[in-house]
């Protein structure tokens, strides 16, 4: 069992930028980042696969966010520019096994998920 967490969530004014980090404490296949506003389904952010290292974004954050990973397969970062407060919710770290090689956008190519963290955009 693969644990994720996560850090670096705050309060930040529209315009800010903050820099999430998930920690994976075994290998993983691929890691993403996904998010979840109040009473809104989780939805995909970023997501990137170590056998490619081609990442995927949505539509929404494409040119203000930047996934990236450090020198293993187990840490990946999310720097999030120009941030609106469009942008809320908790965002949450996930991790595949070695082997999925469906679409990163997808929920169901995660097993693993962290507890989340909060990043809130407002003045």
């Known amino acids: 069992q693969v644990q994720l967490v996560e850090s670096g969530g705050g309060l930040v004014q529209p315009g800010g930028s903050l820099r999430l980090s998930c920690a994976a404490s075994?290998?993983?296949?691929?890691m993403g980042w996904f998010r979840q506003a109040p009473g809104k389904e989780r939805t995909f952010v970023a997501g990137?696969?170590?056998?490619?290292?081609?990442?995927a974004y949505a539509d929404s954050v494409k040119g203000r966010f930047t996934i990236s990973r450090t020198n293993t397969e187990t840490t990946v970062d999310l720097q999030m520019n120009s941030l609106k407060p469009e942008d809320t919710g908790v965002y949450y770290c996930?991790?595949?096994?070695?082997?999925?090689?469906?679409?990163?956008?997808?929920?169901?190519?995660?097993?693993?998920w962290g507890q989340g963290t909060q990043v809130t955009v407002s003045s």
């Open positions: 996930a991790a595949s096994k070695v082997g999925r090689i469906g679409p990163l956008n997808q929920l169901n190519q995660y097993d693993y």
């Open positions: 075994g290998r993983t296949f691929a």
């Open positions: 990137i696969r170590w056998s490619v290292l081609s990442p």
